[in-house]
Nanobody, 123 residues
């Protein structure tokens, strides 16, 4: 069983930065494609970024490309999301997800989820 625990959320002002982390239990972390999603109140869960098993390939939504960076450390079973130039519209609960597909932007392509960490960006 894979367990994911996010941390690093908080309240920041527009233009500031935050770094989210996701610790993944189990010895099979490197076998999963990892991703970050976010969900604002009243909205559907939205793809943010994904990273390949070896960390060599990354994917971003257009809304965060150039501002967010996804990375992973397979030796430490850790996924990260460095967020810069934050905007009020980035306010949401952020979730890390693990999946066995090669790459996907749909939430149903990921079988394991964390509990989420809240990011609030004030203007």
């Amino acid at each position: 069983q894979v367990q994911l625990v996010e941390s690093g959320g908080g309240l920041v002002q527009a233009g500031e930065s935050l770094r989210l982390s996701c610790e993944v239990s189990g010895r099979t972390f490197r076998s999963y494609v990892m991703a970050w999603f976010r969900q604002a109140p009243g909205k559907e869960r939205e793809f943010v970024a994904a990273i390949s098993r070896d960390g060599g390939t990354t994917y971003y939504s257009d809304s965060v490309k150039g501002r967010f960076t996804i990375s992973r450390d397979n030796a430490k079973n850790t996924l990260s999301l460095q967020m810069t130039s934050l905007k009020p519209e980035d306010t949401a609960a952020y979730y890390c997800a693990a999946g066995t597909v090669s790459y996907g932007r749909r939430p149903d392509m990921y079988g394991y989820w964390g509990q989420g960490t809240q990011v609030t960006v004030s203007s």
